[in-house]
């Protein structure tokens, strides 16, 4: 025990927190990479994704009505990632699309968006401001 609180002062909890989130990153550009939908809510949410280095399909939710959402992308993609932001708006927008797409025979991925949710909840409220943490955090605790 007393080697593990040694550790814990010499590696501050941050990076930790910074490990875990590149490693969020990198499953979220994985699975893009293997041809996951991500869903977001809107325009700056998608630039955030690509300034992180996100490459494959990204669906802006706040264009149509959730459930013609939902019936295009169970369509068009066998796994789909829900990337809503973390507030009130954002949890019901989840909730809504993830309804939807299991009635249309989808399972969406919430995963992701848990994670993030759990490590970043304190610091950042949405989507949008994910690249910008992350290099903020990069500068900091560095990788």
């Known amino acids: 025990m007393a080697w593990g609180r040694a550790l814990q002062e010499i590696r501050p909890k941050r990076t930790y927190d ?18 996951a939908a ?3 809510e809107g325009r700056r949410d998608l630039q955030a994704l690509r300034a992180l280095g996100l490459p ?4 802006l939710a ?29 949890d019901e ?5 993830e309804f939807h797409l299991r009635c249309v025979g989808s399972r969406p991925d919430r995963e992701i968006r848990s994670r993030l ?3 970043v909840r304190k610091e950042i409220k949405d989507v949008e401001s994910l690249s910008r943490y992350t290099e903020k955090m990069r500068e900091q605790y560095g990788t």
């Not at 264009?63 to 954002?90: C, F, H, M, N, V």
């Not at 927008?93 to 699309?97: D, G, L, Q, R, V």
């Open 93 to 97: 927008m989840c909730k809504t699309i």
């Open 18 to 35: 910074l490990e875990a989130l590149e490693e969020l990153i990198a499953s979220l550009i994985d699975a893009s990479c293997q041809g």
């Open 62 to 90: 706040s264009r149509r009505p959730a459930l013609q959402l939902a019936e295009e992308a169970a369509r068009s993609y066998s796994q789909i990632i829900l990337l809503t932001d973390w507030d009130r708006k954002g």
């Open 56 to 59: 494959g399909p990204v669906i």
């Open 117 to 119: 949710v759990k490590l």
């Open 38 to 40: 991500v869903i977001v």
